[in-house]
């Protein structure tokens, strides 16, 4: 019997588990820790998925193959050729479809909303690290080697502190801190739903148009980060909370206390510029469309803890969402 192999067990890699558990297939997934969704289809395996030989074995007979992991946020340009290199051999040598958890970093700057069509232009290293990671994929695709598709989202939003949002707004304005967001509180922000995100990477890996382009995630919302605080606040029945921005100078100080910080200067164009995903293919030809934001936002809210403890200390645990 067929079966999914699902990489990660983050904000993604979790509800895309469990959406291919609950549709009755059986998954296999994969993580250093071992842990995963809690589902009597799903077999939790601690395995390095660098080490090509393993992962092979792991993926030997599947479906699809779905990955969601990633390294942490300042390792990328280390630890993730040799992930894609495994991961890519694993599939080529089994023939198992591979279906990618990518973002827009690929992409650069742009000008006006982001399809899917748009040319790989990186400025930053953690964007071209993404770019090759996908380019590699697709021209095993155009080889005849595998099949490849890849499923982009931004800003994520659902439960749990997952996201630049959560993690540095929703986070403090709960705890009744003052929010500190890097980038303009005002400009247009695409917001993806994890449970979205997996919807996408789970009608991906079934639809055969899907195979050898790239998709984006149902957008949710692309209100500003302050519009879209306020909004949480009123179906939270509180106070709109007070943010203020961090600026380039103030996120270089930040980076002397906790070095993760460096890893977003690179990548302040994006919240200081409209970053605005257009996701009208994947809701006209995967039929995946998004959930509507009061709906999101209350399971976020539901799903949020009040965080404690040092706020800087507290972003670079998280900030790798």
Known sequence: MSFVVVTGAGAAGLPTARQFAESGERVRQITRSGRGADHPLVERVAADITDTDRLTELV?????????????????????????????T?????????????????????????????PMAATTVKGRVRARMWLDALAS?????????EVRAGGFLGPGLAGSFAVFVLGPALAGEV??????????HSWNYTEDIARTLVAASLDDRAWGRAWHAPVTSSLPVRALAERVAELAGMPAPELRRIDRAELLTLAAQQPLFAELVELLYSNENPHVIDSTQTEAILGVRP????????????????????VVDRLADRIAN
């Not at 929010?179 to 247009?188: E, F, I, K, R, T």
Request: net charge negative; with cysteine; proline share 9%.
């Open 141 to 149: 695709h155009e080889a005849g080697r595998a099949r490849v598709t």
């Open 60 to 88: 030997d007979g599947a479906r699809v193959v779905v990955n969601c992991a990633i390294p942490a946020y300042d390792r990328w340009a280390v630890d993730v050729p040799p992930m894609a290199q495994a991961l890519l």
């Open 291 to 310: 959930t509507p934001l009061d709906a999101v936002l209350k399971e976020t809210l539901a799903g949020v803890a009040t965080p404690t403890g040092n």
């Open 179 to 188: 929010a500190s967001y890097p980038g303009d509180l005002d400009v247009p």
């Open 90 to 118: 694993a599939v080529e040598r089994t023939g198992a479809g591979y279906v990618m958890l990518g973002n827009t970093y690929g992409y650069g700057p742009v000008d006006g909303p982001m399809t899917e069509d748009l």
